[in-house]
């Protein structure tokens, strides 16, 4: 596919990925790298200009974009986390989701663990920020 924010100025040239299905892959790299523009054009938060995005071969402009941003997760470098319980922070967005789906999340992320181990499990208080926890739990708790 190919895409551009100004019209003939190219950002991105024909980029090819193949994931397979079910494989889980991080898009890393530096500052300015591209790389939170290729997970907004994969959730259509822009349209690409040239060439196709699909998805288990369904081409992504045929599917909702409610469902396809189900598709994915984003893990941004500075962690949002307000004051509240753990348990509203991990539902936060998405409070339709049970303390089931909400304890697999966290077990798949390594972060449940250390949750129970918590006085108050997914109850506890979390500060402002997160800033009673350290930036490696911040980081797994956005993960969930």
Known sequence: MKFSYVKNHPIINYLTLNVKKGQQIAIVGPTGAGK??????LMRFYEIDDGAIYLDKININ???K????K????????TWLF??????NLTYGNEKVNLNEVIEACKKSHIHEYIISLK?????????GGVNISKGQKQLLTIA
Do not use: C, H, P, W
């Open 36 to 41: 939170t523009t290729i997970v907004n054009l």
């Open 62 to 64: 045929k599917i909702k």
């Open 83 to 88: 004051e509240g319980t753990v348990y509203d």
């Open 120 to 128: 108050d499990g997914y109850n506890t208080v979390l500060k402002e």
């Open 71 to 78: 598709s994915f997760a984003m893990v941004l470098q500075e």
């Open 66 to 69: 409610s469902t396809l941003r």
